[in-house]
């Protein structure tokens, strides 16, 4: 039965992560384990293209193979690898596998296979559970018949993914067979994938860009993806962040100069468009430039030349131009502070880019990446969060994004050793020590005072959470006369995001 089930999906016509995701599914309930995970090689590392069993932030996580000597072991032989139940190898899935309460966090039972791919080394496939005894020499003998078949299935969604590839090589010539995996941005949601797709297709077509987005998002990473996908991947990449130019070297920085151009140009300097020749120039934070520097922009983006300070002759440059931004440009051109003409010239194809809070459970891949982050940083067994926590993560707003995520996990990590953890077990971060607002009267510093947090609704959190949200912004307008601009340097935020928190918290008119 579970052969049938197999070669059905095998020749179904899917979705390759569908395809993946249904093949994990049935070797899990063929072999009546806890946890089935596809992982893929990445240079040094094993990626998890495809889970069950496992907690959700787990599809987030890089697993070394150095630090983890039981991939290694799994990695070095062609056969499969049953490892007994008293095994002293550390598990590199304790405290991930999903289990009932009243069951253990660690790992007894593993085993796994190395997968190839056209003969060469590809991945491997693992399977865990947490009853002694799960699997048996029938059991190991059955893997290696069955990684046949994953294997054939891995192939057939590289095939897929090569046609795909093909058919826009055709249609935009010159453009890579096989555009390279973008591990860097993570996620599943129905939103980031529609973006991706969108970003795959604006990529092949040589227009300008302009990524808008909160601060935190991660427009960079967008752009490049972007750049990567571009006819002009082979060229190189070169990033601006205009909000660090001061204004009296903005035009030597982008342009370039001349030895003795000004006081202290000792030589002759190629400015970042000449650098950026043939490939892609990002501008980052290009709301931040002053209106002169602007002017100076757009010539040189309508001329497509550069003239560098101090000579005379232009020079040509052809650069593809992406800007990214976490200001409201067409507001900035109706209040004057940003040039019309060259926002009309670097939005050709205007691209928003998601806040976390409308990614859904992104939140716990991304989550799951900086665990592992931590884990490898810290020396820790095994960093995982407890399921209140995970909650808590969901139901947050998220004002500061990917970024203020990242900070959040790694603080809890080292909460979690300062307040006693040990680094040889399976940490488990409480919801007090993510330091995030809870309801009034919930948990208090120490992990046992979050417990009141588990029992509250997601829905319910993030009503207390907006309630302090709006009471929040409420002080810091009072004790700045209402002046918003002030306000948002008390709250530190971007005063483009305390405008659009404040709308959607029902502050200001057009929430």
Known sequence: MLDETLLADLVADLPSAVRLQRLVRTLREGFRCGAVCLLR???????????????????????EVAQHPRLATILASRRTTLFPPDASLPDPYDGLVEQQPGQPLHVHDCMGISLH??????????????????????????????????EAAVRVSRLERDLRALRM???????????????????????????????????????????????????????????????????????????????????????????GAFSGATAERAGRFEAADGGTLLLDEV???????QAKLLRALQEGEVQRLGEDV??????????????????????????????????????????????????LVLAGHFLEINRTRLGVRSLRLSPDAEEMLLAYAWPGN???????????????????????????????????????????????????????????????VERAQRRAIREALEACDGRWAAAARRLALDPSNLHKLARRLGLKPGG
């Open 41 to 63: 090689r990445e240079e040094g590392s094993l990626v998890p293209l495809a889970v069950d069993g496992l907690v959700r932030e787990a599809l987030g996580r890089r697993f």
């Open 117 to 150: 791919v056209e003969g060469e080394p590809w991945g491997a496939l693992t399977l865990d559970a947490l009853e002694a005894g799960t699997f048996d020499a029938a059991d190991r003998a059955a893997l290696e018949r069955y990684a046949l078949l994953v």
């Open 169 to 259: 090589a055709q249609q935009e010539s010159g453009l890579p067979l096989a555009a390279p995996e973008a591990r860097d941005i993570l996620g599943h949601s129905a939103e980031l994938q529609r973006l991706l797709r969108e970003l795959d297709v604006v990529a092949g077509v040589d227009l300008p860009v302009l990524l808008s987005g909160e601060t935190g998002v991660g427009k960079e990473l967008f752009a490049r993806r972007l750049h990567r996908r571009s006819t002009r991947h082979a060229a190189p990449l070169v990033q601006v962040n205009c909000a660090a130019l001061p204004e009296s070297l903005a035009e030597s920085e982008l342009f370039g100069h001349v030895k």
């Open 287 to 293: 709301g931040e430039l002053s209106l002169p520097v």
């Open 314 to 363: 232009p020079r040509r440059v052809d650069v593809r131009i992406i800007a990214a931004t976490n200001r409201q440009l067409a507001e900035s051109v109706r209040d004057g502070s940003f040039r019309a003409d060259l926002y009309h010239r670097l939005s050709v194809y205007p691209v928003a880019i998601p806040p976390l809070r409308e990614r859904g459970s992104d939140v």
């Open 402 to 464: 990917v970024r203020e995520l990242e900070h959040v996990i790694s603080r809890a990590a080292i909460k979690a050793l300062s307040h006693g953890a040990r680094r040889d077990e399976i940490i488990t971060l409480a919801p007090a020590w993510l330091d995030l607002p809870v309801p009034e009267g919930g948990g208090g510093g120490a992990p046992e005072a979050s417990e009141h947090a588990a029992e509250v609704a997601a829905s319910s959190l993030r009503e207390s």
